[in-house]
């Protein structure tokens, strides 16, 4: 049987190792190409040095920079002014006479500020305090709704109720405000039969063992009502 001499070589192994080892050779002889998509890859590296950033400069060399005189910028917005009227300058007491007016304005309404002696001296309103008080525990004996600002006057005659029974009185605001107070004083000013502030002693016991309550004896506590109605 004759040999066909045209067919190919089939190649050895040692054909095969030397084509890798001649492409492994070309590779690293050959030389190294630059990203074609570098700045993709890494972002704009280029560094503005000139470019301000946002906010003032506190530390560093430059943060005096931040206050320098700017005249182009270092002025109000005219179209937020407020320049079409003239406004003087007024002294001290001008200003406390406009204020006063302004005082005499709002106590004609029926309002009372709590901050007017951050104004004023105590002695200012000495004279204006009872009466806003007493508007005040009137409107409340009345059913109208007290303010913030309104202050309660103490009532003398607790006995009337306006036409209101004693239900809805002691309900109020202004009768409440005076039965609480008058039971505060009489248990702070009761004295027994040995000369002693037998309540004020109960409320110190009460707090110094932690307790919540004392006992109020009801015949004594009777003649705060005989001394308000006598």
């Known amino acids: 049987m004759s040999q066909n001499t045209d067919s ?7 054909d095969v190792d030397n084509e890798d080892q ?5 590779a690293l002889e050959s030389p190294v190409g630059e990203f074609e998509n570098a700045e993709e890859l890494l972002g704009d590296m280029t560094v503005h040095e000139d470019e301000d950033e946002e906010g003032e400069e506190l530390f560093g060399d430059n943060m005096e920079n931040d206050y320098r005189p700017i005249p182009e910028l270092d002025r109000y917005d005219e179209a937020v002014l407020d320049d079409e009227d003239d406004y003087s300058v007024i002294s001290a007491s001008e200003r406390r006479a406009a204020e006063e007016e302004m005082r005499r304005r709002d106590r004609a309404l029926g309002i009372v500020r709590d901050d007017r002696e951050l104004l004023y001296d105590r ?21 109208g ?3 913030d600002e309104e202050m309660v006057e103490s009532i003398e005659n607790l006995e009337d109720t306006k036409g209101h029974s004693t239900k809805e009185w002691v309900s ?3 009768p409440r405000t005076e039965i609480t107070n008058r039971f505060k004083n009489f248990l702070r000013t009761f004295v027994d ?5 037998r309540y004020r002693e109960r409320i110190k016991r009460m707090c110094e063992q932690n307790q919540s309550s004392f006992t109020v004896s009801y015949p004594e506590a009777r003649l705060l009502l005989i001394k308000s109605c006598p």
């Open 8 to 14: 190919p070589i089939p190649p050895t192994p040692s």
């Open 123 to 143: 002695s200012d309103d000495e004279d204006d305090i009872p009466r806003a008080k007493r508007r005040a525990a009137e409107k409340a004996a009345m059913g």
């Open 145 to 147: 709704e007290l303010e």
């Open 22 to 26: 001649r492409e492994i050779r070309e």
């Open 172 to 174: 109020m605001l202004a």
């Open 193 to 197: 039969d040995n000369g002693h502030l």
